[in-house]
């Protein structure tokens, strides 16, 4: 094999999603919505594929459908306040994964620094490492607060210093994510600034994954760091139409940024992928146009759904900490993730026969899923290999399922505890 995937064989999503089927478990794994998405976005699929326009089933423009291009510049036009190119600062990918993958072969060489923040999604590493760059973690640590409330992932936060002390000579880039997939953390303006800073002041690159952009909840705001002064030439952003419509299966995904950076992704797309389904870009199309309608507004999916969500996780919320485990309620995102330490020896009940050299949050993902039907994600997976023993102790739970799964999980939560 070539020496670029060594070692990146492991994936936690191909483990867990097969064992979360095998065992027929209540699925909070793997993020994906269990219910439908909204009709409007549905029927557009259908008429692309059935409508009188058979073209549509045909090969598009390689960088983006251009309806879908046009829209996306509108609408994150409007929301950044800046004139964005339909043809030049939006190149439409497979899914965010695959405007990722564009971003870190295009842009990192070998030797190339590239800043983490811990926990991260995990495919940011290995598209590092495959690309010859050197991932540089930096962790969110929890700041001191009072035992009198639940934890938010607004506790979590970078030292400033520390973020400081990993800029080098080398580092090229550093990628975010807001709002952050496994904690939920909605980065603060002040927060982004003193990266935009430290990005501007060493001449690095940005790269913000901003997939879950709608789903702020508590009235808390997303902001875009590329809509910070100075940071739009240096800044690409990557969001998806799966997230955006609960349609995880479509892989529509975008990287928008300034042309001088997107024609090196171009590059790279046009020689390996070439371009995304035409059906699927014109239904996230159509539906970027319906929602750009109502930005705002009351009837808008985009504010409809995150109200929705914000129900779910409270459900879940109560639900794990009458079950003594210790959630960090998530300020936005799929998913929140609960502090496992304190179950007690009678909750868990580890064979000695199981894995001894899987982490601790391993194990016990795989005795919930085993023991009781209950499919969750080991956090220390989105830790790097240093880092991981440190964060063995919490599960990630995914709330975007539908009333009756959360009942469902409820109940084995109840009699789990
Ligand atoms: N970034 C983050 C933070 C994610 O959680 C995911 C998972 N969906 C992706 C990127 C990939 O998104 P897509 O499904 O559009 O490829
Ligand atoms: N982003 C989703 C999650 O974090 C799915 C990831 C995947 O399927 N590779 O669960």
């Known amino acids: ?25 209540v699925n909070l794994g793997q993020g994906f919505p269990d219910f439908s ?27 983006g459908h251009p309806p879908l291009v046009n829209i996306l510049a ?3 036009g409007k929301l950044q ?94 990628i975010i994510n807001t709002p952050n997939n496994p904690l939920g953390k909605v980065y603060r303006q002040e927060e ?11 001449d690095v690159l940005c790269f913000s994954d901003e997939v879950y952009e709608w789903l702020v909840y508590d009235g808390n705001q997303h902001v875009r760091i590329a809509s910070l ?34 024609k090196h992704l171009r590059n790279i797309h046009q020689n390996s992928v070439y371009h995304c389904p035409t059906a699927a870009q014109e239904a996230v199309a159509q539906g970027f146009m319906t ?18 969500l914000q129900g779910k996780r409270d459900r879940l919320t109560r639900a794990l900490c009458a079950s003594g485990l210790k959630p960090i309620v998530p300020e936005g995102g799929y998913f929140l993730i609960a502090d496992i330490a304190n179950l007690s020896k009678s909750q868990i009940d580890l064979p000695d026969s199981d894995d001894q050299d899987d982490a601790f949050d391993y194990r016990v993902v795989k005795w919930l899923i085993k023991n009781k039907g209950l499919s969750t994600i080991p956090v220390s997976s989105f830790y790097s290999y240093e880092h991981k023993k ?24 109840k009699e789990w505890s």
């Open 1 to 25: 094999h070539a020496r670029r995937i060594e070692g990146l064989d492991k994936n936690i999503w191909v483990e867990f999603t097969k064992m979360a089927t095998e065992y027929k478990t």
């Open 37 to 63: 998405p909204p009709d409007f976005a549905k029927e557009a699929f259908v008429k692309a594929i059935a409508g009188e326009n058979f073209m549509l089933n045909q090969y598009t423009r390689a960088f």
């Open 74 to 76: 509108q609408f994150f």
């Open 81 to 174: 306040g800046r004139k964005i190119d339909p043809l030049t600062n939006v190149l439409v990918t497979v899914g965010a994964y695959e405007a990722l993958f564009c971003i870190f072969q295009a842009l990192i060489d070998e030797g190339d620094e590239v800043i983490i923040i811990e926990p991260y999604f995990d495919c940011y590493e290995p598209m590092v490492k495959m690309a010859g760059g050197h991932p540089v973690f930096v962790p969110l640590r929890l700041k001191p607060v009072k035992a009198d409330r639940l934890l938010s992932s607004g506790d979590w936060e970078l030292n400033p210093a520390e973020l400081t002390s990993k800029f080098t000579k080398r580092t090229k880039a550093i």
């Open 192 to 202: 982004l600034q003193v990266i935009a800073d430290l990005c501007i002041q060493h």
């Open 229 to 262: 002064p100075g940071m739009w030439e240096r800044t690409i952003t990557v969001g998806s139409g799966g997230k955006s419509f609960s349609a995880t299966g479509w892989k529509v995904g975008w990287a928008i940024g300034p042309d001088h950076l997107l």
């Open 291 to 308: 929602e750009f309608e109502r930005l705002g507004r009351a009837d808008s999916y985009f504010t409809q759904l995150p109200q929705q």
């Open 390 to 413: 440190d964060f063995d102790n919490y599960l990630r739970f995914c709330f975007v399922k539908e009333d009756s799964t959360l009942t469902a999980a409820e109940k084995i939560l």
